[in-house]
């Protein structure tokens, strides 16, 4: 996992190098320590949305699940395995006042999480909390780590949105995000003059064998990047 993160960062730091605005479609939610690595060499004030059906707060020491990639937080904010917590160029890596957690459900929390929420400066929007759809919220998280970065990295995991109506995400989340709703948070996020990049993690292809959710999802997701698009020049 340490090689593939090391290779990312690498990949992040050319493309940003290169004037370019990285987006990067991982397998799951570790993508992002290269990807944080990566931009931390170029903008080391940087700020974390985690759009995450998860918060992804256990380590190799408290997990029950021995879930690898419900740790990415955790080893963001300096827990868990060393090889991980110490790859970048500061430890921790984020300090946890410049990641939001948006759209996690706290019925996933593992029995560790919670007393290590509570203690958090991390900002919490667990979708319990949302309105529907959460478009109030999603500015005011994006405009709390404007405030406190130069720069932000949206990580967007498709198992927040709600498994009975786009069952995409590798572990099923239900009463979670409806997709236009998700997909309109999306927007404003990626909409920030602040955006330092966009990760989108967890599509599950055996979930999808005749690939209608992919296009369902492509087709909101394509909507959403909207303002990443190439504007024409003027006449």
Known sequence: MREVADRVAESVER??????LPVILGGDCTITLGVVAGLLRSTPALALLYFDGDADLTTPETTHSGIFDGMGIAHLTGAGAAEL???GQRYPLL???HIALFGFHPHELEPDDPPRLQRSAMLKYPVTSLERPPLDQAREAMRLLEERADA???HFDVDVLDSAEVPLGDWPHYQALALVDAMQALK????????AGLVITEINPDHDPDGSLVRRFVDGLSRALQPLAPQPAAP
């Open 15 to 20: 493309a940003v190098a290169g004037g370019l």
């Open 85 to 87: 917590t110490r790859m």
């Open 95 to 97: 300090p946890e006042d």
């Open 152 to 154: 932000v990295l949206v």
């Open 188 to 195: 404003i996020f990626i909409s920030s003059p602040k955006l």
